[in-house]
């Protein structure tokens, strides 16, 4: 089982830009939230898509949209990037989320 | 949000069990206790969960207080790949997302 992928592992991006950050639910997830962590912070809740809607959302700007797919995929997309964007945007799938997440390995976010 | 309470860091000697210790103060009647760990450059990894019995797995055991407001995760004995930051959240119906904390640094001494 591949667990949850994501992709790009690393990625420098300028002031301003926009960046999408994919993700592929563990086999059997169908549902896929994402979470941002600056260094030495512990997780923050972002949003959570499921059925291809978003459900549930965090203390995050409109700059930061999401979307899941039919095979319920998912990506985050952040507008209008800031330097304290920088952080691991981490991906995490379940099925019953009381029984638990898997999370990814992350995507390491460098703005300058 | 919920709110969770565990001590910054934490070590113990290789071999030796570790109870890593965690405050609930909001937490609901019918809240899902989780714990995560998270290794350097790795996201976090699923330890266990329980609502209000303890319960045991292959990777630890959970002891849940009865007014719920507090829980312990036990290592039973303690391996240098157990070395890692550990996060006490919760889970909630209606509120489907973990909040995490800055989480227990633990180090292991071999």
């Known amino acids: 089982d591949a667990g949850v992928t994501q992709s790009p592992t690393h990625l420098i991006k300028t002031r301003g830009q926009q960046v999408t950050l994919r993700c592929s639910p563990k086999?059997?997830?169908?549902?896929v939230s994402w979470y941002q962590q600056a260094l030495g912070q512990g997780p923050q809740f972002i949003f959570q898509y499921y059925e291809e809607e978003e459900r549930q959302r965090g203390n995050f700007p409109d700059r930061f949209s999401g979307h899941q797919f039919p095979n319920y995929s998912s990506e985050l997309n952040v507008n209008a990037l800031l330097l304290g964007d920088s952080a691991l945007y981490l991906c995490a799938s379940s099925f019953q989320g009381y029984n638990g997440y898997t999370f990814g390995s992350g995507t390491r976010l460098t703005v300058v | 949000d919920a709110k969770t309470t565990q001590p910054n860091s934490m070590e113990s000697n290789e071999e030796e069990p570790v109870h890593l210790p965690c405050n609930h103060s909001?937490?609901?009647?019918?809240?899902?206790i989780h714990w995560y760990r998270q290794l350097p450059s790795q996201g976090p990894e699923y330890v266990i969960h329980?609502?209000?019995s303890n319960v045991n797995n292959r990777m630890a055991s959970l002891a849940i207080a009865e007014d719920r407001k507090s829980s312990t995760l036990i290592l039973h004995r303690a391996t240098l790949r157990d070395a890692a930051v550990y996060y006490c959240?919760?889970?909630?119906?209606?509120?489907?997302?973990?909040?995490f904390g800055t989480g227990t640094r633990l180090t292991i001494i071999p």
């Open positions: 329980g609502l209000t």
């Open positions: 086999s059997g997830h169908d549902t």
């Open positions: 959240t919760q889970w909630g119906f209606g509120n489907e997302k973990l909040t």
């Open positions: 909001t937490i609901s009647g019918t809240d899902y």
